[in-house]
Nanobody, 123 residues
Framework: VQLQASGGGLVQAGGSLRLSCAAS????????MGWFRQATGKEREFVAAIRWDGGITYSLDSLKGRFTISRDNAKNTVYLQMNSLKPEDTAVYYC?????????????????WGQGTQVTVSS
């Protein structure tokens, strides 16, 4: 599976962005998909994930109300809708794919990673 993330950019606090992650490969629909982010000087952190059947996990309750993960298996694409963005959301966002049955909040379980897309939120 090859992953291509897009949709990042510069946005003011309170604004929205929609990240997309396009996957190649016939087995996309069976993979769990996740979004992670890494801010400068910080560890990579889990943001959200969605199972092949649509089951969703968010890292924090605060993100659950602002970020929404979804997937369209027909388009081999996973999305991360980000609303009410805050400066602390500034990071490089990565999408990743994990085999079926994997625990999706652990980055070590992901086999494939996209190249990352920069999100910058100005105050």
């Amino acid at each position: 599976v090859q992953l291509q993330a897009s949709g990042g950019g510069l946005v003011q606090a309170g604004g929205s962005l929609r990240l997309s992650c396009a996957a190649s490969g016939r087995t996309f629909s069976s993979y769990g998909m996740g979004w992670f982010r890494q801010a400068t000087g910080k560890e990579r952190e889990f943001v959200a994930a969605i199972r092949w059947d649509g089951g969703i996990t968010y890292s924090l309750d605060s993100l659950k109300g602002r970020f929404t993960i979804s997937r369209d298996n027909a388009k081999n694409t996973v999305y991360l809708q980000m609303n009410s963005l805050k400066p602390e959301d500034t990071a490089v966002y990565y999408c990743a794919a994990a085999p079926p049955g994997s625990r999706l909040d652990l980055g070590a379980n992901y086999d494939f990673w996209g190249q990352g897309t920069q999100v910058t939120v100005s105050s």
